[in-house]
């Protein structure tokens, strides 16, 4: 059987005069964009102007909602309640869907950005909030995480799940990412994130820092655009892909394949 991944990556994160990564450049290289929402960057001309450069180029649009944290990216922990997640992540996906009917498509999936994604991976409450809030909104809606209670959580309430590779990402040796805190969380080596990659799509596994192959059924391979050589970074990860007879599609059809 012939491997398949998505390729999906952080678009539309500058916020008014500013911006950051290569939109336009990743656009060619992606078939899946997890689009911010406001909360963590974006505004509404960022967000309009996304979502009809991904229509134009075919990329399915997702939410990538955030905590309220503008100021730090996203990436800062907040003491917020389940219920004032659940409801954050229906105000931001609703927001993107506006502009998504706007430009004849739809949102298809949610991916958790930053920190809020590291904590719905290992906390209950916030995976069972973000489960609410797209289980209330649209059940047809795919939920991309790492391996732990978002994923799981989602499942329980038999809504579809993408499993998030992220290579240029350290992995504790239970799943988990290094938090960005922590030295050598974020790998820098091009040989080393392409190698890490083809080993995920591959064959299911990336090395933890301890030394341990921890399992990972990626559904997605998340490229980043906002570092100096991104860009050639995220097209030799597709061309290595590619060479190695791995397809390039859709979330859509990656986990109908693993249904079927």
């Given at each position: 059987m012939t491997r398949m991944v998505d390729l999906v990556a952080d678009l539309g994160e500058g916020f008014g005069a500013y911006t950051m990564g290569d939109d336009e450049a990743l656009l060619e290289l992606l078939t899946s964009a997890n689009v911010a929402c406001?909360?963590?960057?974006?505004?509404?001309?960022?967000?309009?102007?996304?979502?009809?450069?991904?229509?134009?180029?075919?990329?399915?649009?997702?939410?990538?909602?955030?905590?309220?944290?503008?100021?730090?990216?996203?990436?800062?922990a907040m003491d917020l309640t389940p219920d004032e997640v659940r409801t954050d992540v229906l105000y931001q996906v609703g927001a993107l869907q506006a502009f998504a009917v706007a430009h004849g498509t739809r949102v298809r999936h949610v991916a958790p950005h930053g920190r809020l994604g590291n904590l719905v991976a290992v906390r209950a409450d916030y995976a069972r909030a973000v489960v609410d809030a797209v289980a209330a909104l649209d059940p047809s809606l795919i939920v991309l995480a790492q391996n732990g209670e978002l994923a799981d959580a989602a499942r329980e309430r038999g809504l579809r799940v993408g499993i998030v590779g992220i290579a240029d990402r350290a992995y504790r040796d239970d799943g988990t990412l290094v938090p960005r805190s922590e030295p050598g969380a974020v790998i820098h080596d091009p040989a080393e994130i392409a190698r890490r990659t083809?080993?995920?799509?591959?064959?299911?596994?990336?090395?933890g820092v301890g030394g341990t192959d921890v399992p990972v059924a990626c559904d997605t391979v998340l490229l980043h655009g906002d570092t100096p050589g991104a860009i050639a970074l995220a097209g030799r990860i597709r061309d290595e892909l590619l060479a190695a007879g791995v397809k390039i599609a859709g979330l859509d059809e990656v986990l109908s394949r693993g249904e079927g």
């Open positions: 406001g909360f963590h960057a974006g505004d509404p001309r960022i967000m309009d102007a996304t979502v009809r450069h991904c229509v134009r180029k075919q990329v399915a649009v997702g939410a990538h909602p955030s905590f309220p944290d503008l100021v730090g990216f996203g990436r800062r083809l080993r995920m799509v591959t064959d299911g596994v990336i090395r």
